[in-house]
């Protein structure tokens, strides 16, 4: 056998490489495709658990009435350019008030009637709108004939609502978007430090950059338009919401340090640090959202106080 010979024999006996690339770049392409679905779903338990849990989610709750249930929302968020519509479902023919009173005063309960709309089958009255950051707390009281039906069914539970200005469209809807984008970015760099750190610096940079500019950028943009304030964290005050933001960009920020632009020899501190990170991100969206925010003081507005320098953080 000649030379050539036993070169074309080699050539048909050898792995083709290109097909062992194709076949790591498609297993490569799963698992990546994998850890994004997997990021997508925490991304939306963390944000969903997170928002149902803060002070300004409605009140929910179910009544049964004449043999139906009937599911209620009532109101913890209003805009200042708006009185509060706080309304409950009930059959034809019953009657109901909404009492409230200033949030943290020695304030009487004072009692609103509540009007039938008969379109959407439900009694409602409009709690007088407040200045930003200004709370009531009140309860519904249903009167039925077999007796009164309170909403909270403690008489020691209030439900507290907050008002806030007006945030432009194109400031706010930017800021919530870059936050989902950045939660779900940062998620993804987490997985991947563990199972997929060939893309994982990628990642990482971008979360800080969406963290940098939705939060810490357009976050104290939409606190000024709503309270006044461009910043009421650490260390001008103890809003719970701007702190958390603080700690979750510091991590990212620490993180992106640590991992630099290139590769590593030794990748294990970078993928750590990196997994530490997207830990406290999880953490910070387990911590109910708007807790320890704006709030007015009403003893220095009744002392005169204008209500723009009458707010307080923290407590």
Do not use: C
Not at 6 to 12: L, M, V
Not at 59 to 83: F, H, M, N, P, V
Not at 111 to 139: C, I, N, S, T, V
Not at 267 to 294: F, Q, W
Request: aromatic share 10%; net charge positive.
């Amino acid at each position: 056998m000649d030379d050539e010979t036993i070169k074309k024999s080699e050539a048909q006996t050898k792995p083709n490489p290109v097909d062992e690339n194709t076949d790591h770049r498609t297993d490569s392409l799963y698992r990546r495709s994998l850890l994004w679905v997997v990021a997508v779903l925490l991304m939306f338990i963390a944000v969903i658990y997170q928002r149902k849990t803060g002070p300004t989610y409605p009140k929910r709750g179910t009544l049964y009435l004449q043999g139906q249930s009937y599911r209620y929302r009532l109101i913890r968020s209003e805009w200042t350019s708006a009185d509060a519509r706080a309304a409950v479902p009930v059959p034809t023919g019953m009657t109901g008030q909404v009492l409230y009173k200033r949030f943290k005063t020695k304030d009487k309960f004072m009692a609103l009637m509540m009007e039938r709309d008969e379109e959407k089958g439900e009694l409602f009255a409009m709690l007088p709108k407040q200045p930003a950051a200004g709370k009531l707390e009140y309860y519904v009281q249903l009167s039925t004939k077999t007796g009164e039906i309170r909403i909270p069914s403690s008489p020691e539970e209030n439900i507290i609502i907050r008002f806030k200005d007006p945030v432009p469209d194109f400031i706010l809807w930017p800021h919530v978007v870059m936050m989902f984008f950045s939660v779900l970015v940062g998620m993804r760099a987490g997985l991947g430090a563990i199972f997929a750190p060939l893309t994982m610096r990628r990642w990482v940079w971008i979360a800080l950059g969406g963290m940098t500019l939705g939060g810490m950028t357009l976050g104290p943009i939409v606190q000024k338009y709503a309270f006044g304030e461009y910043w009421t964290g650490f260390p001008f005050g103890g809003d719970l919401t701007d702190n958390k933001m603080l700690v979750m960009w510091l991590a990212w920020l620490l993180a992106a340090g640590v991992i630099g632009f290139k590769r590593k020899k030794k990748e294990a501190v970078s993928r750590s640090i990196v997994v530490v990170a997207a830990v406290i991100m999880v953490t910070v969206y387990l911590i109910p959202h708007s807790m320890r925010g704006s709030e007015l003081d009403y003893s220095k507005v009744d002392s005169g106080v204008n209500p723009t320098d009458a707010i307080k953080t923290g407590k």
